[in-house]
């Protein structure tokens, strides 16, 4: 139902996904898309997803986040992000949309290499 509306945000939302590493991403999508594709004048849209190792955390999702997963299905780049990663992705009622890169960091990453 939304595959369209996704598709159109796919690649800043790759880009929210990588740099979700250092921090919080926040994006804010436009109502209008969601209008259009759900013919609802006030769409509700709203969700909080977890994605572990490229998997959905929840069964039966909601429409808007089955289109989400199958837009990221279709696209490798996205899959080879959300496989390695484990993601909270939530959208609200203003669509305001939110993805946290919850994977722990590991020391490797904490310490810097040593300088010779």
């Known amino acids: 139902?939304?595959?369209?509306?996704?598709?159109k945000y796919l690649p800043v939302?790759?880009?929210?996904?990588?740099k979700s590493a250092v921090a919080e991403q926040t994006m804010t999508l436009n109502?209008?898309?969601f209008e259009r594709t759900s013919?609802?004048?006030k769409p509700v849209c709203s969700f909080a997803i977890e994605v572990v190792n490229g998997r959905l955390g929840r069964?039966?999702?909601?429409a808007q986040v089955s289109s989400l997963m199958e837009v990221f299905a279709q696209d490798d780049a996205s899959m080879?992000?959300?496989r390695r990663q484990h993601y909270?992705?939530?959208l609200s009622a203003d669509f305001q949309?939110?993805?946290?890169?919850?994977?722990?960091?590991?020391?490797?990453?904490?310490?810097?290499?040593a300088s010779e």
């Open 13 to 18: 939302i790759r880009l929210l996904l990588k």
């Open 59 to 62: 069964l039966n999702p909601a």
């Open 97 to 113: 949309l939110v993805i946290k890169n919850l994977t722990p960091v590991t020391e490797e990453k904490l310490t810097e290499p």
């Open 88 to 90: 909270a992705i939530s």
């Open 80 to 82: 080879a992000l959300l």
């Open 31 to 33: 109502r209008t898309d």
């Open 1 to 7: 139902m939304y595959t369209h509306t996704w598709k």
């Open 39 to 41: 013919r609802i004048r």
